[in-house]
């Protein structure tokens, strides 16, 4: 992804930048094809359209590639920060299925920040706007974004 593609709420444009080269560097977002939509201070969203490969029974998406992007929006989020971080543990509700070819949307902020540990929650929606899932989590602080 071309970091113009990614809208910039706010951030300082140098650590924006970085994390668009971040993104489009990582082996795991590549492979599932997910796509930034914007970061914003403390913030941010993504978006996937999830085929036949990430389906289960009656061709829903499964609950681990769900919990995978609210993991990594939460953890975003939390980079947008200029922070590295971990994630520690992390809860996720799930409320209705979600099927392939059907557009995802994971948005993400941070709720608390500690010296050490970030608190963050995500939010699940399809393209009708229904709500999917929900989580939160606890990430332990590691270094500065370079």
């Not at 970091?3 to 489009?24: K, M, V």
């Not at 094809?33 to 061709?59: F, N, S, W």
């Not at 975003?76 to 059907?102: H, K």
Request: net charge negative.
């Amino acid at each position: 992804m071309l970091t113009n593609e990614a809208e910039n709420r706010g951030i300082d444009a140098d650590l924006f930048h970085s994390l668009c080269r971040t993104w489009n560097e990582s082996p795991v977002l590549n492979t599932l094809a997910v796509k930034l939509a914007y970061l914003g201070p403390g913030e941010m969203g993504l978006k996937l359209c999830p085929g036949l490969e990430y389906t289960t029974v009656k061709e829903r998406v499964h609950g681990g590639l769900s919990a995978t992007l609210l993991d990594t929006a939460m953890g975003w989020a939390i980079m947008s920060l200029g922070y590295n971080c971990v994630t520690v543990d992390m809860y996720t509700n799930y409320y209705i299925p979600t099927f392939r070819d059907q557009e995802i949307i994971a948005q993400a902020r941070v709720t608390h920040r500690g010296k050490r540990r970030v608190v963050a929650e995500a939010d699940l929606y399809n393209n009708k706007g229904q709500l999917l899932a929900q989580s939160w989590g606890t990430f332990a602080l590691v270094d500065l974004v370079e």
